[in-house]
């Protein structure tokens, strides 16, 4: 590969990665350009840790060792535990070895029966016919890392009788490089929307990568407003051990959330045991039987849970929820330099209000006139509970609960 050729890959990935070409579609591309030019390369992996809540990292692999067209597939690795032996695998490669002896690349001829015993990928490579292996590390600058995000790690692998000449393996050692540039780019794009959507909400947070972040600015919205929170959770902070109430909250808040999750709704918050979220349609009705369906899931789901963790021997408990309908303000709201994409608006104090009803009305779940109304066809799966004043509402209202007696058959 000559010096004409290094440059014009070394365009292609710019151009790529500018435009944001797929890291699957640019690790492909790439590999197959230097095939293209004569390069016999006939396996590769790059990878790269992240910053996830969790997932540790993933790698991409393009495979052309088979008789078909080449592969390419990403694979998602730890954060979650479901490898036991990630560590000890990590600990037993190439990568891990560039990693802390501080070296760019290691270069196995994979020909030499005794050369790279010590890692068991050889084996595994030696055994495929593989003649060639190099391992290259691409670290990143304390203010280009995030995270565990720093550096990249690629593996390049020849079957050829005589693998990579020198020429080659100096041709990868300074493409990886702008490679590894573009994947970064990549990551953090990723990351951002990553972080955006795990702390922000999804539609909070993609309107804010799209440039929504002017304080003051905010929408008006008609939706269902869900303020839930944990029955007794003083009572439980108070008696139980204290390295089981982060595992309680994340218990009830998981199944909250994916119950609000599945039928469309936006988490927007997070307020100590309780749980602010939206349901916003076009038109009420569907807002407000989606929330109901959310709210029934979330309820069947929670005694699910509460059998589990008695079984264990864990504290268990249930949680109050206040759904209303009515007029939001949804935007940036907040000081100069601290801000919070969220709802705002009397609204908002009624659902919680509501929710505060719960525990002397002994319900689960309490939803507002406002909220019936606008949902005729969910009436009959309700039944009233009598009209209360809220406190800090200026008007008494009538609450309802779900009817025991309403099955799915009346749905």
Known sequence: MDAQGILDLSRWIAEAGLRGVPETDLIGGFCERLVAAGVPLTRTVVGADTLHPTIAGHVVTWDSSGRNAAEVRRTEYGGDGSDPDIDEKWLRSPFHRLYTSGETMLRLRLTDGTEGGEFPIVDE??????TDYMAIVNRLGPRAAIGELDCIFSSW????????????RDALLTLTGSLALALRGHAMAHIANTLAETYLGRDAGHR???????????????????FSDLQGFT?????AAPETILPLLNDYAELVVTAIHRHRGQVLKFIGDGILAVFDRSSAEDACRAALDAAEEARERCKELNARRSAAGLPVTRFYLGLHQGKVFYGNIGGVDRLDFTVVGPAVNEASRIAAMCRSLDQDILLSSAFTESAPECRERLISVGRYLLRGVGRPQELYTLDPEAGQANR
Not at 235 to 239: A, Q, V
């Open 208 to 226: 804010v990568l799209r440039g929504h972040i002017r304080r003051g600015v905010a929408e008006e919205l008609d939706a269902v407003l869900w």
């Open 235 to 239: 009572r439980i902070t108070d008696t």
């Open 125 to 130: 490579l030696r055994a495929q016919g593989a």
């Open 157 to 168: 692998v020849s079957h050829h009788p005589d693998g990579f000449s020198d020429a080659q």
